[in-house]
């Protein structure tokens, strides 16, 4: 458990697992970066003997002003994933997991996506009776409108959908359908005295991050603005798969500066154990102390 101010920040685990060859996602790894960083990459960042980068999947649970709020909601149970066997139909005690970090479903007030990718929203609903209804029923969900547009035509276009491997009916659209959303736009917006909002798009076009304050103290929640800390590093490494490769490497900058300058402590949506940590701007690029 994290504690910034008066809040407290709990990770719930689905997976944390060696997924993709390094080499095919950040082509531009060579023998001189492997010998550079080494000494941090295995065991918690990288698989070595696969060769294969590690990725943990997880919500953050974020309790402050007497609210529980869930940050994004992972790739859900019994899901098809293909290409990504490493997330194909998963059986995991997620709620079970979130219990014993501190809340039953029931009581998430507020649900919030960084972005509407299939692995940030899967938990958002469950079926019941044949139909898809919200997990938590009693609670808000915070998506990025300029996502919601965006996934709905892609959705609705009989060439491309369904949207996000089927989960953009199945876990965001019956949120919508129930009355259960807010959607926002841009940024920065102020969400309530500890959290605001602001844009960070290129992964995804309505992609957003978290600042949160309390007592003088911050975090950010940054989703997938960099997947792994080589990123830090190389701020101009794309993660595969961006709605604007461009635009993403200006968000990153973007947050990376903001999380040095402020001095905020970072929970980003994948990476390895420590799973958070801080940034200090650096010669080049930036450096990432997420030590365990
Ligand atoms: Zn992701």
Redesign the pocket.
């Known amino acids: 458990m994290f504690s910034i101010g008066d809040a407290t920040i709990t990770r719930v685990e689905e997976t944390n697992l060696p997924s993709y060859p390094l080499k095919d996602i950040f082509p531009e790894f060579t023998d001189a970066h492997m010998a550079e960083h080494k000494s941090w990459l295995a065991p918690h960042h990288y698989d070595a003997d696969k060769g294969l980068i590690r990725l943990a999947v997880h919500s953050w649970l974020l309790q402050v002003g007497g609210k529980k709020i869930l940050i994004d909601s992972c790739c859900g149970n019994n899901k098809a994933k293909p290409g990504r066997p490493f997330w194909h139909m998963l059986n995991v005690p997620y709620l079970e997991r979130l219990a014993a970090a501190g809340a039953r479903p029931e009581e998430i007030d507020l649900v919030m996506c960084t972005h509407l ?1 299939h ?2 929203v899967g938990w958002n609903t469950q079926q019941k009776d044949g139909k898809w209804v919200p997990t938590f029923p009693n609670a808000r969900y915070v998506f990025s409108k300029p996502d919601v547009d965006y996934f709905s035509k892609v959705d609705a276009d009989p060439k491309e959908g369904p949207a996000e491997l089927g989960t953009f009916r199945e876990c965001v659209v019956p949120i919508l359908e129930h009355g259960r959303a807010d959607l926002v736009s841009g940024g920065p917006y102020r969400l309530n005295d500890f959290i605001e909002i602001d844009s960070a798009p290129g992964h995804s076009p309505g992609h957003v991050f978290f600042k949160l304050e309390s007592k003088g103290k911050r975090a950010a929640f940054i989703g ?1 603005v960099w997947h792994h800390l080589l990123q830090v590093y190389y701020p101009d490494w794309n993660f595969p798969k961006n709605s604007d490769a461009a635009q993403a490497k200006v968000s990153r900058r973007k947050v990376l500066d903001y999380c040095a300058s402020s001095g905020a402590l970072v929970f980003p ?2 990476v390895g154990l420590p799973f958070a940590g801080r940034i200090e701007a650096a010669q080049k690029g930036y450096r990432p102390h997420f030590e365990p």
Request: hydrophobic share 0%; proline share 0%; no cysteine.
């Open positions: 990718h692995d940030h997938d949506g994948h």
